[in-house]
């Protein structure tokens, strides 16, 4: 950015002093639609350097900001699935837990009829169990009729649906139906191992069903970083490709992943498309929520490429001075598609519109605008 800074004033001076000398050195430049002549007696001529391009390797690299979450599975916020009163807590904020240990306890009425209800609908589907196998064992000798005993059949589905129903309300909050008991206190298990990273648990509070997370457990030691990539660079992602991470606590320390996954719809606002890397998180310095800064890095590749001096920035579209074969003062604009830069800003890959072989202005372009 400062060597074109640098060029435009330049440029401003050349123009001021061709200003002061009169209008002969101003008509020592014609332009023909995007075609530019140079008189041979311009000194701009001398100002322009001129370079045939040739395809080389080309590792294209730029930043863009991500933000950390845990992986796919990784993170659980935890609340009640009944209305109550916390009894006690068996964590603390930093503990680390297992899949199905318990966090904390809640008294709750509604939790007390729920295994009231599921107990009651074992008896009910033992009970019409064994009036059916009474009853089958009744009809072969004769006694029981078809239609009774169909009849009973309906009754052990209906009670053992409704058995399956209570038990499937238990598992989904992670509590093993088997081990309810009447009266008992429901306890709130963790449904994924980890740390706890947020612990709102104060003893003797009243916490409705749908009341706000109370806890939240995390595995971090592995993680996603959701990057924002503008599309004119998604060429340059792939799956599998080195990624580094870093964070603004120590900016100078990279992070190594690799892209895991590239989306395939592009945000209408800001033009960029949703790329998740994956990344181990040795001592959890990546943070579930933080941003971070992310360096992509492609694998060397030949490309057409063309220092940044020589690439402008129209209205719309990129371009570059293309110069003539037959006459060293002819100079045709020619729009051409920008695409990756480099680390240091200093080349940029040419997507379309140059091929090798052709002479490009590489200096000097801004005396020909």
Known sequence: MKKTFYAIAMACLLLTSCKRAGEKNIEEITFLGDTVIVSETSPILSKISVKI???????????????????????????????GRITGSKVMLGSRVNVGQTLFEVSSPDFFEACKSYLQNIRNYETAKSSFERKKALQDAGVVSVKDLEESYAQVENARQEKAASEATFRAYGMDPATIEPGQVMRIVSPISGEVVRCDITPGTYTKADGATLLTVADLGRVWVTAQVKERFIGAVSEGGKVEIFTEAEPQTAIWGKVLNIGNLVDEQTRSVQVIVECNNPGTKLKHGMYVSVHFISEPAEAVVVPTTALFQGEETSYVYVASDRDSRTFLRRRVVAGESNDDNTKVRIAGGLNPGEKIVTDGGLFLN
């Open 53 to 83: 391009l040739e395809t080389e390797p080309f590792s294209s690299e730029f930043r863009t900001v991500g933000t950390v979450q845990a992986e796919m599975g990784h993170y659980a916020e935890v609340g009640v699935p009944f209305d």
